[in-house]
């Protein structure tokens, strides 16, 4: 069992940055493949950043790539996303989550999941 518990969201203006930290409990972090889904209000759930367990490798979805950051840190069990340049389309709420399964996209590949923080763009 893993509890995973985001933090970093807020309100910043377009062109800024912000970086979300998930914290996961237990001793099986480095087990475990990451990734960062949002949601934006009336939207579906969708990927945003996956990670390996190693932490050697990244993938990310196109309207980020370039603009964001998946990174992690086995020894303080956390996974974080460093987003730069954000846009008005980036407001939604973050999601981290795990799964034994590596830099995969859907939703059902992921096991475990935090209870999101809000990310707020403004013009």
């Known amino acids: 069992q893993v509890q995973l518990v985001e933090s970093g969201g807020g309100l910043v203006q377009a062109g800024g940055s912000l970086r979300l930290s998930c914290v996961a409990s237990g001793r099986t972090f480095s087990s475990y493949a990451m990734g960062w889904f949002r949601q934006a209000p009336g939207k579906e759930r969708e990927f945003v950043a996956a990670?390996?367990?190693?932490?050697?490798?990244?993938y990310y979805a196109d309207p980020v790539k370039g603009r964001f950051t998946i990174s992690r840190d086995n020894a303080k069990n956390t996974v974080y996303l460093q987003m730069n340049s954000l846009k008005l389309e980036d407001t939604a709420v973050y999601y981290c989550?795990?799964?034994?399964?590596?830099?995969?996209?859907?939703?059902?590949?992921?096991?475990?999941w935090g209870q999101g923080t809000q990310v707020t763009v403004s013009s």
């Open positions: 989550a795990a799964g034994r399964r590596e830099l995969v996209v859907l939703i059902k590949e992921y096991n475990y």
């Open positions: 990670i390996t367990r190693s932490g050697y490798s990244t």
